[in-house]
Structure formats: structure tokens, C-alpha cells
């Protein structure tokens, strides 16, 4: 027999086992100063575009303002304990009326994190009878919530509806077996490419197969559709979400999540969600900052102007100038080059030390070996200058990554940081 922690301390797991060298730079950076377009890394100032705050409320004066007061009035305790035992509100009712509104759903139920709060969700809509279809792509906490669910799940190519079609007959074939059902899970917007989830094709199959979509909105909630309800009004078939999930933590720079549906289907996740049943309720100031964040989205329709003329502006000037940014069709923005590990890392320093641009890096095995994905999220307190900036810095490091500058620079990563 072993002591636990024998591997542990041996293995450090896929992305621990890169911690000495990446950790404080690659890994674990910390960005100082307000939440903005430009902040400070390292002591000095870089153009940030890896902070999801897509509507640029994080900083805004009126949100810090409605923060600022109801942690005044109430601390960050109140309400103590679980909505079901002693932390339920009025207010926290308000909020889930005004959500639901939003996203044109009959109710809405608040979630105290979102991560958790999708896997509860998952885990409360499915018995071991029922069978899970879901895309290959899809988020950690949505993969994380699947795997709480004792019978079958299938997983379908990325957005691949000839792969979707044929894992529904596979889970048909099941849940006719178990006399169960099946759920559907799909993303409004995949996070890492920036594509949308095929909603509309996902929602068209319904007319042959008997099935209900859940889908997590995190990105597409405040960015996509007329008004804001994101990718499935985006695509006309907002009403053919059964189960809506969004976070507070992108658009609405906060923190909480919610779901929404039908009053009948809340109303049960409302007493089966064992995150929720169990764990302590959203506290009051993110409550209130989130009612003053959803007031705003509502009546300051320039904030999403303004996000997605810096959406264009960046996407058509990259496209301009010849970069790869894939199929993104929402505001998350994807360089890809191609290069190995090393050469992404100098790459990054580069950019971080002598361009002062910040943005995520993502290498193999998150996309296929030889890629390296640059993740550029522009949001509403972008300037075209920073947008200008950051094309012309990009058009620079990409033509040192083709002479092979990278590759030749041979430092360890320890030298890099
Ligand atoms: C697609 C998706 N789902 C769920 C979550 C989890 O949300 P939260 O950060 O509120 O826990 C995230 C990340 O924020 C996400 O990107």
C-alpha cells in the first residue's frame, strides 16, 4: 500500500507539472489595477484582452457605487445559510423575476457559482434511466456535471450535426430501452473559439426525435440578440431552450449565475439542486450589483454597441491583415499560428514584454499539436486604439514566429519570465 499522497507529490497533475516554469507569467499572472483596457503586469502597463468584462461594467462608477452600498448596509454575509433554510430574500426573488424577464423565460432560479450551479443542474434533470448527448467542446463544468450522471451519455463532434444526429438515435435507442429521456447539451457560445452553438439546427431536430436542450450561455448572455438574451435569440429559437443557463461572471462583471425555464422545471431544479440546497445563498451585495448591472444592460444599449464596434473593428482588421481567427462568430476573437510549445511561450513573452499585450495562450492538448491559440476577448472599454495596437503587434510577432525567431531564441522558460 501506498501513502496518498505519494503520486500527488510525484505526478502534480497535466498543468501542475508545468507550474515552476509557467507559474506567476504563463500560469497564475497577476494583473494589477482597476479592471480596464489597460493594466499593469509585471510593473508595467499592457493592453488586457483576457478579462470577460464583455459590457465594461466591471470598473464602471455606477456598479462600484450599488456594490459600495449594499456592502455598506449589509456586509458580505447577509443572508447566512442556504436559500431553502434562512438565506432567501425578496430581493433575491426580484433579481430572479427581472433575470427570467430578461432572457424571456417564465423563471428564473439564482445559483451562488456558476460552475457548480450547471453541474446541479445537470445532475437534478437527469436519472440513471435518461441518457445526456452533449458536444465534445463543451465547458469543464458542463463535462464535470455529466459526470455525476449514472447512466448513459454520448458525446457529439463539435457542433457536427450529422455526429449529433447520430448519437441521438444511439441515446433514442437507450432511453427506449430504460423508458427514460434525453437531455441535450449544448454551449450558446464555445468559449475557446468563439463559435456559436448550432442552436437552431440542435432545436430543428426536434420535430424527429423527442429530446430537452439545456444550454450554457455564459459568453452569448449580454452580447448576442436584439436585446441582449443572447445566442438562442441570436438565432430565433430562444423559445426552444428548455433549460437556459448564464453566469454573472462575464457580462455582468459579478458574480451568482442563474437558470431559467419553465415554471414547472424550475420549480423542481429549485428542490433538487444540491449546490443550491446546500450551500450558502448568494450574498446581498451581489444581489443588488447584479440588479444594478442587469438595469444597466437593459437601458444602456450603447454598451453592447460600443462592445461589438470593437468586435468588428478587431476581427476585420486581424481577417485584413491575414490572420486565422477561425469561425468565431460572437466577440470571442482567436488568433491561430502554428508553432510548438516554446516558441507559443517566447511568443507570449514578446507580445507581454516589448508589445504590452496581454491575452490567454492556448496550446496542445486544449487544440491539436503544432497550433497555438492567442484568445482575445474585446469588450466595451476597448479603444480603437488599443485594437490598432494590438493588429500591429500581432502582425509583428507573427512574421518573427515565421523566421523562426522563436525557435532560435532556445531560452528555458525560466529565462523567459
Ligand atoms: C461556459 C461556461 N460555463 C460555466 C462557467 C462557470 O461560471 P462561474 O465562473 O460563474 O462559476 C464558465 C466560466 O465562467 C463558462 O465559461
Known amino acids: 500500500m501506498k501513502d496518498l499522497f505519494e503520486r500527488i507529490i510525484r505526478d502534480k497533475g497535466p498543468l501542475g507539472k508545468w507550474a515552476k516554469q509557467a507559474e506567476g507569467y504563463y500560469v497564475f499572472p497577476k494583473l494589477e489595477g482597476k479592471i480596464s483596457d489597460r493594466m499593469k503586469f ?23 457605487k450599488a456594490d459600495a452600498e449594499a456592502a455598506a448596509e449589509h456586509g458580505m454575509a447577509y443572508p447566512m445559510g442556504a436559500r431553502m433554510m434562512s438565506g432567501h430574500t425578496e430581493v433575491h426573488e426580484q433579481l430572479e423575476r427581472e433575470c427570467a424577464d430578461f432572457v424571456k423565460k417564465e423563471t428564473a432560479y439564482l445559483l451562488n457559482f456558476g460552475y457548480q450551479g450547471i453541474m446541479s443542474t445537470i445532475d437534478a434533470l437527469v436519472t440513471k434511466n435518461d441518457v445526456i448527448v452533449y458536444d465534445m467542446d463543451a465547458h469543464a463544468s458542463i463535462i464535470d456535471g455529466v459526470r455525476l450522471h449514472h447512466g448513459k451519455r454520448f ?30 447539451i449544448s454551449e450558446g457560445v464555445f468559449g475557446m473559439r468563439g463559435e456559436q452553438g448550432k442552436l437552431k439546427e440542435i432545436v430543428a431536430f426536434k ?12 459568453h452569448g448572455f449580454g452580447t448576442l440578440g436584439k436585446t441582449g438574451a443572447g445566442a438562442g435569440e441570436e438565432q430565433g429559437v430562444q423559445d426552444q431552450i428548455d433549460v437556459y443557463f448564464a453566469t454573472f461572471a462575464k457580462s455582468m462583471a459579478g458574480f451568482g449565475a442563474f437558470v431559467a425555464g419553465d415554471d414547472e422545471v424550475i420549480q423542481y431544479l429549485k428542490y433538487n439542486m444540491r449546490s443550491q440546497m446546500f450551500a450558502k445563498s448568494l450574498p446581498m451585495p451581489m444581489v443588488k450589483g447584479a440588479l444594478k448591472r442587469l438595469e444597466m444592460i437593459r437601458t444602456m444599449p450603447e454598451l453592447k454597441k460600443k462592445l461589438w464596434k470593437n468586435v468588428n473593428s478587431l476581427q476585420s482588421g486581424l481577417k485584413e491583415k491575414g490572420f486565422n481567427i477561425g469561425h468565431t462568430n460572437t466577440c470571442v476573437t482567436p488568433v491561430f499560428l502554428e508553432g510548438d510549445i516554446p516558441e507559443a511561450m517566447a511568443l507570449v513573452h514578446d507580445l507581454r514584454e516589448h508589445h504590452r499585450i496581454f491575452c490567454s495562450i492556448v496550446v496542445y492538448p486544449v487544440i491539436p499539436k503544432g497550433m497555438i491559440l492567442l484568445r482575445l476577448i474585446p469588450t466595451a472599454a476597448h479603444s480603437l486604439q488599443d485594437v490598432e495596437e494590438t493588429i500591429v503587434a500581432f502582425s509583428a510577432v507573427r512574421e518573427k514566429l515565421e523566421k523562426g525567431v522563436y525557435k532560435e531564441m532556445a531560452m528555458s522558460l525560466e529565462d523567459l519570465k
Open 42 to 64: 509585471n510593473g508595467k502597463e499592457v493592453i488586457t484582452w483576457s478579462i470577460n468584462d464583455y459590457l465594461g461594467l466591471a470598473n464602471h462608477p455606477e456598479v462600484i
Open 155 to 184: 458525446t457529439f463532434r463539435h457542433n457536427d450535426m450529422e455526429s449529433f444526429e447520430k448519437n441521438l438515435k444511439r441515446a433514442e435507442r437507450i432511453a427506449n430501452e430504460t423508458n427514460g429521456g434525453i437531455l441535450v
Open 207 to 218: 420535430e424527429k426525435y423527442n429530446f430537452r436542450l439545456l444550454v450554457d450561455d455564459a
